[in-house]
């Protein structure tokens, strides 16, 4: 392990004096440069080079145990933080491991420099041993990648990543560095590899008349929705939105992505819109006249379809990207460019607003869900997942940084854990890409080693990535493990529930005992099967001193409501029966034991 | 409908690979794609013909400009253009089929390059619609045509218009040859955008 307090420093004097290193040297040297301090990442043959000069550097190397963590942590930690994640991996299969984190980065707008070794130039194109085109493969999934075999264009070329990485809006950005550039010396000059401005996208556009005309839309319209997406936390306008919605009394809806951008608790909070939103929220968005979407994309999952997708609402689309602006959905007014700097030039435009009728019909429109909520089943002695997201929103004071895994138990996070602060909520999002929660929060940690930081992951997608638990015993981390364990891949089995006539083919799961599998690790953990003992194992959790798992059983034929159908309209939602009866006499996973048979 | 655009990259190796494989993630297919020396150099400059619906012309350019080595797009299309294609075909000739063909050549402008016993190569240069109508007449008139090249179309605006990048790379001196030559590029685009977008 390499912390700040081993490592031999490097000399501070190689930043102001020209110096010679070698490309392995530069490598570290650049990111020291840039502020980088941790590093995720595997070894092999094509990057030794570069390990065997990284004791010089106060650099923080996270061993994983699979090249997918790297990026996954390098991921984690750049959402939790807004700092520019790092993940290195050697050339063949160690950059093709990675690949699945790159493309979800990529998804998600997240900013990550990925540095691959590769074989040395010579031998480029020969399919020499390890030898993969990484840059190829990667080349639809990265903001930009590099491939670099000179000694004194690897400063130059990772500078000019993490800008890249970080501007506009952001994204990953991959630098294959082969192994003779790593070996040969070239004089590195911090400063004059300085990338010149990012260049901003021609096609921005938020002139005086855009603005003119937004403002318009917003002072006559009488039912407007605020769509809040990711680009709040990337723009930084948590406060900007907030004035919007408060100047003029307008309910916000956020994305999954979006969540925490928008304080939960704020009385304008509606909750998350799209396929799992709460039914008032996808039927404010389908009533409204005036849809005002911040920093999001239109994805399907919000949408649901197109074709009868809030057809009364003019829309107005603040966006940094132009190549989002009527991709899906045609808009009226698009402001193109960075949410925070458009809002705050539209808000003076703005009058203010003390009171809506359409914010009363919306509580009107609450009333009749809350009596389907899963919240307000009394305690049957079943252990509900939503139960569980609840108890540990509640022990947590909504405070703590959730990394969540895809599937079934992400859906209810995003329901039942209030996020009131922005980077809380920690989950893959575009990609949705199982396994993703175990090394996401490991990386979050990292960035925010002070903040209380939660895995909720469902035991299929956990067994994904679980060797990562190695990782969090060697490097000690402090992450705490919630196992939302139905005994199937639960959300598949919601589909085949639902649209396969209950043909619950390959998604029965029979797993380890997930405890003895985090005693193996040395991590501390117990099983909850009812709900006081779950509320007593997060308090456990939450005063042990190490990594601490809960392996909670709960039921396993529970579904995630409301649900808009794949294709359906937004508004034709399947809500949760009235009263959901216990599950017990249903079929059920025969591989498991389950909570009522112990 | 045909789009035209033209595009100025980075001369880099790899760089048509970006172009041409966004628009294979676009599901559009290219009906030609020029690419040589502009101007300037270190940019290379690529006259793009894709069919698509009208409406995504927008969202097309937009991704260009996403590609970090892409200085700048222009959609010719739009405007009142120089369109160019060269095309070159061996159409088989003996000694007296020939005359004909020196006819038709000169109806369209087009030049006898080669000539042998059984054949001949014509050379013609134009829109793609004259490149089309010698072909046509050639085909209606039973000659039989033994290999044709084209170079796809090469397109430029009319009038005053120049491009932006290179107006005010003009103006920036480049610095010493960089491998990574995005410095310049940087520089002339941060002055452009904030002439034309602040
Ligand atoms: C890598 C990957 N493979 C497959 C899927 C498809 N998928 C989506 S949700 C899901 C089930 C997840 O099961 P589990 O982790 O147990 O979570 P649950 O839905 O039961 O809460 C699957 C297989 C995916 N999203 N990612
Ligand atoms: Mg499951």
């Known amino acids: 392990m390499n912390t700040s307090d081993n490592a031999n420093h490097a000399d501070l004097a190689i930043y102001s004096h020209p110096t010679r290193l070698t490309g392995a040297e530069t490598l570290w040297a650049t990111l020291v440069g840039e502020g980088v301090r941790d590093v995720f990442g595997y070894p092999g043959g094509a990057i030794l080079p570069a390990y065997d000069a990284l004791r010089k550097f106060p650099l923080r190397h996270i061993l994983v145990r699979h090249e997918q963590g790297a990026a996954h942590m390098a991921d984690g930690y750049a959402r939790a933080s807004g700092r520019v994640g790092v993940a290195v991996s050697t050339s063949g299969p160690g950059a093709t491991n990675m690949v699945t984190g790159i493309a979800n980065a990529m998804m998600d707008s997240i900013p990550m420099v990925c540095i691959t070794g590769q074989v040395s130039s010579a031998v480029l194109g020969t399919d020499a041993f390890q030898e993969v085109d990484i840059t190829g493969i990667t080349l639809p999934i990265t903001k930009h990648n590099y491939l670099i075999h000179r000694a004194e264009d690897i400063a130059p070329a990772l500078r000019e990543a993490f800008l890249i990485a970080k501007s506009g809006r952001p994204g990953p950005v991959l630098i294959d560095i082969t192994k003779n550039a790593q070996q040969a010396s070239a004089i590195f000059d911090f400063a004059a590899a300085a990338p010149a401005a990012y260049r901003p996208h021609p096609m921005l556009r938020a002139d005086a008349n855009s603005i003119r005309d937004a403002a318009e839309l917003l002072r006559t319209a009488k039912r407007p929705v605020i769509l809040a997406g990711h680009g709040i936390l990337q723009s930084n306008a948590m406060e900007q939105v907030r004035a919007l919605a408060e100047r003029m009394q307008i309910p ?157 138990h992400q859906m209810w996070e995003a329901q039942y854990y209030k996020h009131e602060h922005p980077r809380t909520l920690i989950t893959s999002g575009g990609l949705g890409t199982m396994g993703f929660a175990l090394p996401a929060a490991i990386g979050a940690k990292i960035a925010c080693p002070d903040k209380e930081v939660w895995v909720i992951a469902g035991d299929g997608g956990f067994q994904m990535t679980s060797p990562e638990l190695a990782t969090i015993a060697q490097e000690k981390i402090k992450v705490n493990i919630a196992v939302i364990n139905n005994g199937y891949l639960g959300m598949v089995r919601q589909w085949q529930e639902r649209f396969y006539d209950k043909n619950y083919e390959c998604t029965p799961l029979l797993s380890p005992d997930f405890v003895k599998l985090a005693d193996a690790h040395s991590i501390a953990g117990v099983t909850a099967r009812k709900r006081p003992e779950g509320v007593a194992a997060i308090e456990s959790a939450r005063k042990h001193d190490g990594a601490f798992l809960i392996d909670f059983r709960v039921e396993q034929e529970d579904s995630v409501y409301p649900m808009v159908p794949a294709g359906a309209a937004l508004h034709e939602m399947i809500r949760r029966p009235k009263s959901d009866p216990p599950k017990t006499n249903q079929r059920r996973n025969p591989l498991v034991e389950t909570a009522s048979d112990v | 409908m045909l789009h035209t655009f033209v595009a100025l990259v980075e001369n ?28 300037r150099s270190g940019v290379s400059r690529m006259t793009i013909v894709a069919e698509a619906a009208v409406d995504r012309a927008h969202r097309i350019m937009a991704s260009l400009y996403k590609l970090e080595n892409v200085l700048e797009v222009d959609d010719v299309g739009r405007h009142s253009a120089v369109v160019r294609e060269l095309a070159i075909v061996k159409v088989a000739a003996g000694p007296k089929t020939r005359a004909h063909l020196f006819e038709l050549a000169k109806v369209f402008h087009a030049r006898i390059v080669d000539l042998a016993p059984e054949s001949l190569m014509l050379e013609i240069t134009g829109g793609a619609s004259k ?68």
């Open chain 1, 252 to 408: 916000v809806a956020c994305t999954l992505l979006g969540l925490g951008g928008f304080p939960a608790s704020h009385p304008l909070n509606l909750g998350m819109m799209g396929m799992h939103g709460e039914s008032w929220v996808n039927q404010a968005i389908q009533q409204s006249d005036l849809l005002i979407a911040c920093g999001m994309r239109f994805d399907d999952r919000v949408t649901g379809s197109l074709a009868t997708y809030a057809l009364q609402a003019k829309k107005i689309h603040i966006e940094i990207d132009p190549s989002e602006i009527g991709k899906n959905v045609p808009v009226d007014v698009a402001l193109i460019g960075d949410l925070k700097e458009v809002l705050e030039v539209l808000l003076p435009a703005l009058p203010k607003i003390k009171s809506s009728e359409w914010l009363q019909s919306i509580d009107a429109m609450k009333g009749d869900a809350a009596v389907r909520d899963i919240q307000n089943l009394p305690d049957d002695g079943h252990l509900y997942a939503a139960h569980v997201m609840h108890d540990l929103w509640h022990a947590t004071g909504g405070n703590a940084i959730i990394a969540t895994d895809v599937g079934q």
């Open chain 2, 12 to 39: 880099k190796p790899g760089v048509l690979t970006r172009v041409a494989s966004l628009f294979r993630r676009l599901n559009i297919n290219i009906t030609s794609l020029t690419v040589g020396e502009s101007e």
């Open chain 2, 131 to 198: 490149i089309e109508g010698l072909v046509q007449v050639l085909v209606e008139s039973d000659y039989q045509i033994l290999e044709m090249a084209r170079t796809g179309r090469m397109a430029m605006r009319r009038g005053q218009h120049t491009s932006r990048v290179l107006d005010a790379l003009r103006e920036v001196p480049a610095t010493s040859e960089s491998t990574l030559a995005g410095k310049p590029k940087h520089m002339a685009l941060g002055k452009v955008a904030t002439e034309d977008h602040a």
